[in-house]
């Protein structure tokens, strides 16, 4: 496992990053050819891309796989524990990936979007393939460390951050696709056609607040518990 789990993460990275690249692609392509002053409006279809959730996380995740591949090449061959910047990086892309499978497969799945929209390939890997290969990381991974119970609060901040940064800059812009007043990357995020306005948003906020917490929780476990296992059959050595 410890010899050929870096080359896993660095292929799962190209794969992330060209499933991203494809569609940001395609994104521009249709935007090229839009008719409409705001759907050819450029700088708002790119910044809107990088606005989604789940390409920030896949973003993320595979800069985190990346890096850790290179640093299990080089100044992991000889650690006994992956550093703690990297433990808490690699756990905050897991809970994301992990999330973002969850909520695409339940909530998402069944949304129709504008014919050649999307490319196919990349949609199921962005929100498939990758998720599933951060879950496998989780349990799978060498030489995790052991994290405190604070780090969930970490895992809990960028998505904070970033469901503030949506709500507020939604009703600055106009939709590319639509031309409303408004843009929201998620249908569930919109108080104009979700039931119960901003009430009905708040709730879908609490509930995906909720589901990342556990799953951060969760990742957060199965890292001490792996490496109270490993600490319980040889001493650990401390790394930096």
Known sequence: MNIWWPYARLAASVLGFAALIAQLARTFEVALHATTPWGA??????VNFFSFFTVLSNLGAAVALAIGAIW???KG???AREPRWLAVTLTCVATYMIVTGIVYNVLLRGIELPQGSTVGWSNEVLHVV?????LADVLLAPKRRMLTWSTVLVVAAFPIAWAVYTL????????????TPYWYPYPFLNPHTTPGGYLGVTGYVIGIA???????????????KRA???DSVQPAVVTA
């Open 168 to 179: 507020v800059r939604a009703n600055l812009i106009i939709s590319p696709a639509l031309g």
């Open 41 to 46: 409006h450029l700088p708002t279809v790119g």
């Open 130 to 134: 990758i998720p599933l290969f951060l």
């Open 77 to 79: 061959k000889d650690a």
């Open 228 to 230: 109270a296992s490993v």
């Open 72 to 74: 299990a090449w080089t």
């Open 210 to 224: 909720a589901v990342i917490l556990v799953v951060g929780a969760a990742v957060v476990w199965v890292a001490r």
